[in-house]
């Protein structure tokens, strides 16, 4: 490959790697304004990883500019840039992985954090999702509101909040953790686009030895 298309390849991956950072950062910013289903399917322990994550993603990418904009014949950065990316895999794995084991005992796991929730809550989450309780009609239930204002409406509705919940919950948190195990392929690429960097400029320094003993300037 050229270097050219090398360091094309190289910014290509670097500015994707941006594009996740900002989008990790904003989302998790974003997601803590006030929104009933959201609330109830993202605690704040899981926006604050999306913020840790979006900052380490960003401050690997202020890494990278000041690795690649150093001399042809300086690695360090490169190579202090690697490092960083090898934080960036652990970290995604770490997030992902934390989210996707959610996902495999979401009807439990929701029941904890319906029940968690005020009364007041409970109502409005029942009221929009047209249900009466958790796991029946009597599980965790709040009486109010216009869906279940007493036992008998709660009781004759027969609808309960554990499928709508999870339903609602899946979508949003595969979407999730799949959309940061995409930030795996956008780290890989990167490392080893600057792993051919760090060889083409070790090339060039060891070019550069060989030119100063012949007594020439520059390449040869």
Not at 165 to 188: E, H, K, P, R, W
Request: proline share 1%; net charge positive; charged share 10%.
């Amino acid at each position: 490959m050229s270097t050219k298309k090398l360091l094309a390849a190289w910014v290509l991956f670097d500015l994707f790697l941006l594009a996740a950072g900002a989008l990790s950062l904003t989302l998790s910013i974003v997601w803590r304004a006030p929104n009933l289903l959201l609330n109830l399917t993202f605690s704040n322990t899981d926006l604050t990883a999306g913020t840790i994550l979006g900052i380490i993603l960003l401050s690997t990418f202020v890494i990278s500019i000041i690795a690649i904009i150093q001399r042809n014949n300086s690695t360090a950065g490169l190579i202090v840039l690697n490092w960083a990316l090898l934080v960036d895999g652990i970290a995604v794995l770490v997030v992902g992985t934390y989210i996707w084991i959610y996902t495999l005992h979401e009807r439990n796991n929701y029941h904890a954090v319906f029940g968690r929730q005020s009364n007041a809550t409970k109502i409005l989450i029942q009221d929009t999702l047209k249900c009466c309780g958790y796991f029946s009609a009597t599980d965790e239930v709040a009486l109010g509101g216009t869906f279940c204002p007493n036992s008998a409406a709660a009781a004759a509705a027969n609808s309960f909040c554990v499928t709508p919940i999870t339903q609602s919950a899946d979508v949003t948190l595969n979407n999730t953790f799949s959309t940061i195990y995409g930030f795996m392929a956008i780290v890989v690429g990167l490392f080893l686009a600057t792993t051919c960097v760090i060889k083409k400029r070790q090339e060039y320094q060891r070019f550069e030895k060989i030119d100063a003993k012949r007594g020439g300037q520059g390449f040869v």
